[in-house]
């Protein structure tokens, strides 16, 4: 129990102790004392418990310690407060963001320790920490939740990795020093090889280590929020898309053509790929579109070309991920559309050519027992790594040499870019362009101000045109 009730006296001198200086003091009813060899050292001691007294601490009854003091010794170390840290937010956080936590953690942890004497690897901490500390599952007997080295056999190296962190790590309430909040924040800012990290990924990193701080406030670890003490601020960033490199009309038509040549498998994902550009759908929303998501008008006469446009409602999503990250055991979490709640949808109309490419695709692949279009050849989920490398050859054929050896198109999320570029210089309202893509109007804003921008001349003489019909 903590208390303002303390009492401090006087050094009392037993001449006839080893220790002859003894300071008392009382904390509440319970007394207290601690006896010297050195005058000086009692002095020096009675001098802080006073300071903690014009502070304001309280002071704990049992050990008569002030507040500061007892958290310390009551403090986790690090590398606990971070395995607690990610096992409080595992529960609720998708699988990505498991790992990106785990990931961030894994980056910090391995700095904050005492010494450095005996330190294995770096490659074997990162092993250790993103794969075994920081990666949970349950116990089969007792469906507690259980970082994986308490549940599984880890290797010999990776064991006596998180026993090297288990002892050397710092006390958690140490982040709350200067020293200490550099070296993590000067960790995250760095890759694997030392270089310095990409803006976003430090960002990333970043987020997490402020908010495992702040679970140690609120764990009474810390007393207050440190992030201030340190004259550090993560990089700016811009998010702004830079559209020197994401095709055009015609080179997003001619890529999803190149698509096609590439054999049966290049056959298969056309219509994927055309989901990305038409629909402006992110990759694991195509993974996850099914059969009864789409309502495609009636088929045309025999011949005749697509000339109706239909409707796609999204309610699913279906991130990669690695198997050890989901609750299922999947490579893929099933989920629902990014940044709404879990049975949210969203309706997207198609146009024409995109409602011929669904067409085509059912009438000559079918649908997955579970209804999806699109499926591996081995009937899961569509591997990024099996559409990267067609785009990566669809891109070979579709572009110059030149273009072909830029950034431009150099992923396949390049289509989705376009594909909201496209709807925006087309003058759809940024609000509608924001509901189709499924994005919030300030994300919209923040990452395709230059296509809105190029707008305002548009905009400008619309007005004008107004404003000189209203003066007749």
Same mark, same amino acid.
């Given at each position: ?5 303390? #009492?401090?006296?006087?050094? $009392? ?30 002095? =020096? ?18 050990? =008569? ?5 007892? $958290? ?49 690897? *770096? /490659? ?23 970082? *994986? ?25 140490? !982040?709350?020093?200067? +020293?200490? !909040? ?17 803006? +976003?990924?430090?960002?990333? #990193? ?16 810390? +007393? ?11 990089? /700016?960033?811009?998010?702004?898309? @830079? ?38 759908? *992110? ?7 099914? @059969? ?41 979490? #099933? ?6 709640? $879990? ?19 059912? #009438? ?15 009937? =899961?989920?569509?591997?990024? +790594? ?40 087309? =003058? ?30 548009? /905009? ?13």
């Amino acid at each position: 129990m903590l208390t303002y009730d303390v #009492k401090i006296w006087g050094i $009392r001198k037993r001449p006839d102790r080893a220790n002859p200086y003894q300071l008392r003091w009382k904390v509440g009813p319970q007394p207290h004392s601690k006896s010297y060899r050195v005058k000086e050292q009692a002095d =020096g001691r009675r001098a802080e418990l006073l300071k903690a007294l014009r502070d304001r601490e309280q002071f704990d009854v049992t050990t =008569g310690l002030p507040s500061s003091e007892f $958290r310390q010794l009551q403090s986790p170390t690090w590398f606990a407060h971070a395995c607690a840290y990610a096992r409080m937010k595992w529960p609720n956080a998708s699988a990505k963001h498991r790992a990106s936590i785990a990931e961030a953690l894994a980056t910090i942890t391995p700095v904050l320790v005492r010494d450095s004497r005996g330190t294995p690897s *770096r /490659d074997t901490l990162r092993l250790a920490l993103y794969a075994w500390a920081f990666r949970f599952t349950r116990d089969t007997e007792t469906g507690e939740l259980k970082p *994986r080295n308490e549940v599984e056999t880890a290797p010999a190296e990776v064991a006596a990795a998180l026993e090297w962190l288990a002892r050397k790590s710092v006390d958690a309430s140490e !982040l709350d020093k200067a +020293t200490q !909040l550099r070296a993590a924040l000067d960790a995250l800012s760095l890759r694997k090889d030392r270089a310095k990290a990409a803006e +976003t990924t430090i960002h990333r #990193k970043y987020t997490v280590f402020s908010n495992a701080l702040r679970y140690a406030v609120e764990r009474e670890v810390l +007393t207050s929020f440190p992030l201030g003490k340190v004259d550090w601020r993560p990089p /700016d960033t811009d998010d702004e898309i @830079d559209f020197r490199f994401v095709p055009s009309p015609r080179q997003a038509r001619s890529l999803i053509a190149a698509v096609r040549e590439q054999g049966s498998r290049g056959e298969h994902l056309e219509a994927f790929f055309g989901c990305l550009y038409y629909a402006a759908m *992110r990759p694991a929303e195509v993974a996850a579109l099914g @059969d009864h998501d789409c309502i495609l008008p009636d088929s045309p006469e025999d011949g005749a070309p697509e000339t109706e446009w239909g409707e796609l409602i999204l309610a699913e999503s279906r991130p990669e991920v690695g198997a050890g990250w989901t609750d299922d055991g999947q490579s893929y979490e #099933k989920r629902g559309l990014k940044r709404r709640a $879990r049975k949210a949808t969203r309706s997207v109309p198609i146009p024409p050519v995109l409602v011929g490419l669904l067409r085509q695709h059912r #009438k000559a692949y079918g649908t997955a027992p579970d209804g999806r279009l699109f499926r591996a050849a081995g009937g =899961g989920r569509v591997r990024s +790594t099996e559409y990267t490398d067609i785009w990566k050859a669809a891109r070979q054929k579709a572009l110059s040499p030149e273009d072909a050896a830029s950034p431009l198109a150099n992923v396949p999320y390049s289509l989705r870019h376009a594909g909201v570029s496209l709807w925006l210089s087309s =003058g759809v309202e940024a609000t509608e362009v924001a509901r189709r893509a499924g994005h919030s109007v300030a994300v919209l804003y923040r990452f395709y101000a230059k296509v809105i921008n190029g707008r305002q001349q548009q /905009d400008n003489e619309r007005i004008a045109r107004a404003l000189a019909g209203g003066a007749n």
